[in-house]
């Protein structure tokens, strides 16, 4: 009986089966105490191989122990459950869909803290304890929980598989390796693992080397960025800065000639006004002289008349406007058209200037010279880690060709039954592929027949009529290497053929560097024949096309 002030733990008291405080308690003949029910069902599943054991510490027992209540634990128990002892677990403690449940533990399983890889089975914390203090236990291999235990035993022999078929590449039980493996390369598991391990370990070095690598070229490219955006906001300041320094002198410009049109204009029109005025003066006075003239006109005394007229016909020196200097009536058009002059030159000037700018500004290199890239292929096997799967695109193939095996074969036909579309070729026979090709790639084809054209173009590239602006290879959109039925070759590109003097065979490798702007076409046999390599600058993606050029029994397919 627990004494007063005492606080017993309940996990002292709890059947380590249920994880409960134990109904009906009973104790086994090595001194462990368990529910009724938890100990027959237990010792009910080990009936056929007549050792009945301790779940505990393992202890068997032969023949099966009869079995009877323990009162004064029961008596116990039932004051145990008075204090309030009897809550169970938290949920937490239980195992979720996801958790790996112990497998002990029966009703409702607790999420299991660890695996035994030679028992075969995951334990809760509390059926675990055997394992860390009974000594028969130590050489058992723990890890952490794995719902994958029963991958370790043999399907066949029902053991667990402690050892490895290097032929098979397979793990097996060690019946295997004296039955169907006899004779094979087989080792221990163990050893197996610490060769795997040393490659792994290798293989990690080789990856965090990269990571090293690729955080330097990251470290670079940050580097390049502000480089780029420093150089990029200086040019920007300075350009405004003189921009604002040739707007300013055009406005001073604008400015003098406005002063300089204004003040000649006042002059101007003060020298008319003053010669205006004279001439008002002037009519004023031959109005007054025609009066006096016109009233000595009426005069009856002769003698008046006579005397009179003298002194009134004779005229003062007059300003006739023959002696007034005029000009053509243009005044400041010349001025107009001096400005428009200065604004014809200043555009052009603008104009040739601004083409060299833009020029500078889109040849600005922003790649770093530091990274080092991956280097070109040079075995089949490495070519073909960027291969890419073509396929030939319905809506670009002339009539008279036939696309098939998922459209990855083009064969001369005749059938016309494509419906007409703005993308299709219309005289040449050509097709062009459905993927749009950047970065690094790489394919094969493999060609019959009399001739064809093994091409990249790019897509908008001319489709309609018979001309060179279509054919590939003819022109400065397309680069096609030429195939001969005697497997010579040319290469083709603005209409510019370049002879190979290389023999080849019915299957041609293309791998292409968009970035690096290199295109390059292989002979693939049991080696990789160079046959012609192109360095150029690409400005727009490619694709990849085929050109028949007779009808002969052809047939080409993208075979990678």
């Known amino acids: 009986m627990a004494q007063k002030g005492v606080q017993p733990d309940r996990e002292t008291f709890a059947c380590s089966i249920c994880l409960d405080l134990p109904k009906d308690p009973v104790t086994v003949p090595c001194g462990h105490s368990y529910c009724m029910n938890c100990i027959k069902t237990h010792w009910d599943k080990e009936d056929e191989k007549r050792d009945y054991s301790c779940p505990q510490c393992r202890q068997t027992f032969t023949p099966r122990p009869v079995l009877g209540k323990n009162t004064m634990l029961a008596d116990l128990v039932e004051e145990l459950k008075k204090t309030g002892l009897q809550a169970a677990p938290a949920d937490h403690c239980y195992a979720g869909p996801e958790d790996v449940a112990c497998d002990v533990c029966t009703g409702r399983k607790l999420r299991a803290c660890k695996s035994c890889l030679l028992c075969l089975i995951s334990f809760c914390e509390k059926h675990l304890q055997p394992h860390l203090q009974t000594p028969a236990y130590k050489k058992h291999k723990l890890v952490e929980p794995s719902k994958k235990l029963q991958d370790n035993v043999c399907s066949r022999h029902d053991e667990v598989m402690k050892m490895f078929c290097r032929t098979d590449q397979q793990s097996i039980c060690y019946l295997c390796s004296v039955d169907e493996h006899k004779g094979h390369d087989t080792v221990s598991a163990a050893a197996e693992r610490t060769e795997r391990q040393r490659e792994l370990e290798g293989t990690r ?273 397309s680069w096609a290497l030429f195939c001969y039925r005697t497997y010579s070759y040319g290469f083709w590109h603005n209409n510019i053929e370049t002879p190979i003097p290389a023999d080849g065979s019915s299957r041609i490798g293309v791998y292409l560097d968009h970035e690096a702007g290199i295109l390059s076409f292989y002979a693939v046999s049991e080696t990789m024949t160079l046959l012609h390599r192109v360095q150029t600058t690409f400005t727009q993606p490619l694709h990849a096309g085929i050109r028949v050029e007779f009808h002969y029994s052809y047939v080409a397919e993208f075979v990678n």
């Open 205 to 477: 070095l080789n990856i965090q080397q990269r990571i090293q690598d690729r955080e330097k070229d990251v470290k670079l490219f940050q580097q390049e960025v502000e480089v780029i955006n420093g150089s990029a906001d200086k040019a920007v300041e300075h350009s405004e800065e003189m921009f604002t320094e040739l707007i300013r002198l055009m406005e001073k410009r604008r400015s003098d000639v406005k002063q300089q049109v204004r003040s000649q204009q006042e002059t101007e029109v003060s020298r008319v006004k003053e010669l205006q005025e004279k001439l008002e003066q002037e009519i004023t006075e031959l109005k007054r002289r025609d009066a006096e003239l016109q009233k000595l006109s009426h005069t009856e005394d002769h003698n008046q008349f006579l005397q009179d007229y003298p002194s009134l016909s004779a005229l003062s020196g007059s300003t006739h406007s023959s002696s007034i200097k005029t000009r053509p009536l243009r005044y400041f058009e010349d001025v107009t058209a001096a400005v428009s002059g200065v604004r014809d030159k200043l555009q052009d000037t603008l104009r040739e200037g601004w083409t060299n700018i833009s020029q500078t500004v889109t040849e600005v290199d922003v790649l770093l010279s530091q990274l080092r890239p991956e280097p070109e292929p040079q075995t089949r096997a490495e070519f073909l880690r960027y291969s890419r799967d073509i396929t030939l695109d319905p809506n670009t193939v002339h009539n008279d060709l036939l696309l098939s095996k998922e459209n990855r074969e083009i064969r001369f036909s005749g059938e016309g039954s494509y419906p007409n579309h703005p993308d299709r070729f219309t005289d040449e026979w050509q097709v062009l592929s459905r993927e749009s090709l950047t970065g690094r790639c790489y394919w094969e084809v493999e060609w019959h027949g009399e001739e064809t054209y093994i091409a990249v173009a790019y897509k908008n590239i001319s489709r309609e009529g018979i001309s060179e602006e279509c054919r590939f290879g003819y022109n400065d959109k």
